[in-house]
């Protein structure tokens, strides 16, 4: 693993946290503007967010967007014995319960989760990105190994992949590790860069 992954990581993780909760909803409101009239999302009826943790960008409004157009909502799951992510159907005013990373997870029965390629529209939670579409974690490479499938064919596959990022996690050009999966858009408060 390249030297320099934990020190970004651990940069960019402070910055996020440094927001003050004024510019997190202010990331959070612009962000949904960006999301909300893009083909990519108003084409998807299955659609995979996440809850904001750890100073991430706050996608609730994007959720809340999706709710009213009638958008099934998805929430990551931790496998109990993979460690893969499973998805969650996520409705509103939904029983939650924290997994190990004491993260909430919808909870309802396995049954009803879905895998990775099951969904239209993917929305990720990243650390850092570049502009070539490479994506950094927390580092438990679960998107990455949920996402193998995408390794041996091309990037059309489903679903389509956005990372969702405050702009001051961009980073000029990570390294990647060859079980990295890169993402075919990124949005930020500013802007949407399409890879
Ligand atoms: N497809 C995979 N199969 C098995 N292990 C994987 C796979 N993808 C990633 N990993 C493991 O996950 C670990 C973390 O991956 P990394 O890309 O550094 O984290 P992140 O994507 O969260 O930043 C790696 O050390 C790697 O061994
Ligand atoms: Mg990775």
């Given at each position: 693993?390249?030297?320099?992954h934990?020190?970004?990581?651990?940069?960019k993780?402070?910055?996020?946290?440094q927001?003050?909760?004024?510019e997190?909803?202010?990331?959070?409101?612009?962000?949904?503007?960006?999301i909300?009239?893009?083909?990519?999302?108003?084409?998807s009826?299955?659609?995979?967010?996440y809850?904001a943790?750890?100073?991430?960008?706050d996608?609730?409004?994007?959720?809340?967007t999706?709710?009213?157009?009638?958008?099934?909502?998805?929430?990551?799951?931790?496998?109990?014995f993979?460690?893969?992510?499973?998805?969650?159907?996520?409705?509103?005013g939904?029983?939650m319960?924290?997994?190990?990373?004491?993260?909430?997870?919808?909870?309802?029965?396995p049954?009803?989760w879905?895998?990775?390629?099951q969904?239209?529209?993917m929305?990720?939670p990243?650390?850092?990105?570049d502009?070539?579409?490479?994506?950094l974690g927390?580092?438990g490479?679960?998107?990455d190994?949920?996402?193998?499938?995408?390794?041996?064919?091309?990037?059309?596959?489903?679903?389509?992949?956005i990372g969702?990022a405050?702009?001051?996690q961009?980073e000029?050009?990570?390294?990647?590790?060859?079980?990295?999966?890169p993402l075919?858009?990124?949005?930020?408060?500013?802007r949407?860069i399409?890879?």
């Open positions: 693993m390249p030297s320099n934990s020190t970004i990581r651990r940069s993780r402070k910055l996020r946290n927001l003050t909760a004024p997190q909803t202010e990331h959070a409101t612009r962000l949904r503007a960006q909300g009239r893009l083909p990519a999302f108003l084409n009826r299955r659609i995979a967010c809850l943790n750890d100073g991430e960008i996608p609730r409004f994007i959720i809340a999706a709710w009213n157009l009638r958008k099934q909502v998805y929430l990551p799951v931790l496998s109990p993979l460690s893969k992510l499973y998805f969650a159907p996520y409705r509103s939904m029983a319960a924290k997994n190990r990373y004491g993260i909430d997870e919808p909870t309802c029965r049954v009803e879905v895998t990775a390629w969904l239209d529209l929305l990720l990243l650390v850092a990105f502009d070539n579409g490479n994506r927390m580092g490479g679960f998107y190994r949920t996402l193998a499938y995408r390794r041996a064919r091309t990037r059309s596959l489903r679903p389509k992949l969702l405050h702009e001051l961009r000029e050009q990570l390294d990647t590790n060859s079980w990295d999966i075919d858009m990124i949005a930020t408060e500013q949407i399409s890879v």
